[in-house]
Nanobody, 117 residues
Framework: QVQLVESGGGLVQAGGSLRLSCATS??????MGWYRQAPGKQRELVAE???????NYADSVKGRFTISRNNARNTMYLQMNSLKPEDTGVYYC?????????????WGQGTQVTVSS
C-alpha cells in the first residue's frame, strides 16, 4: 500500500521558518512534490522534483523554499524560510508513479501551515 505521511506544520510568525517532512512507503515515485491549498483557493504546486531529477519551484517561493530528499529514508523535505502570511495553507505531499503509460497520483493527508503577521 502506497502511503505518504506529512509532518512539521504549525504556527509561525512572518519571517520565520518551518521544515516539512514527507515519509513514504515506497521509492517508486518518478515525480515527487509539495502542493498547498489556501482557504477558498485551488491547490497549487509549491515545489517538485521532476522525472529528470531537477527541481521546479513556484515563482512565489523561489529563493525562500528548498525541496530536498533523503532517498535512503524515502523521505522528502520542504525547508521554508522567510515565511509570509500568504504562505498559509494546507501543505500536501504528492508522489507520482508511472503505470501503464500514465502518471498515477498519490497524496498525503496534509499538514497545516499558518503564518501570522
Amino acid at each position: 500500500q502506497v502511503q505518504l505521511v506529512e509532518s512539521g506544520g504549525g504556527l509561525v510568525q512572518a519571517g520565520g521558518s518551518l521544515r516539512l517532512s514527507c515519509a513514504t512507503s515506497t521509492s517508486a515515485f518518478g515525480i515527487m512534490g509539495w502542493y498547498r491549498q489556501a482557504p477558498g483557493k485551488q491547490r497549487e504546486l509549491v515545489a517538485e522534483f521532476t522525472s529528470g531529477g531537477s527541481t521546479n519551484y513556484a515563482d512565489s517561493v523561489k529563493g525562500r523554499f528548498t525541496i530536498s530528499r533523503n532517498n535512503a529514508r524515502n523521505t522528502m523535505y520542504l525547508q521554508m524560510n522567510s515565511l509570509k502570511p500568504e504562505d498559509t495553507g494546507v501543505y500536501y505531499c504528492n508522489g507520482r508513479i508511472g503505470q501503464y503509460g500514465r502518471w498515477v497520483d498519490y497524496w498525503g493527508q496534509g499538514t497545516q501551515v499558518t503564518v501570522s503577521s
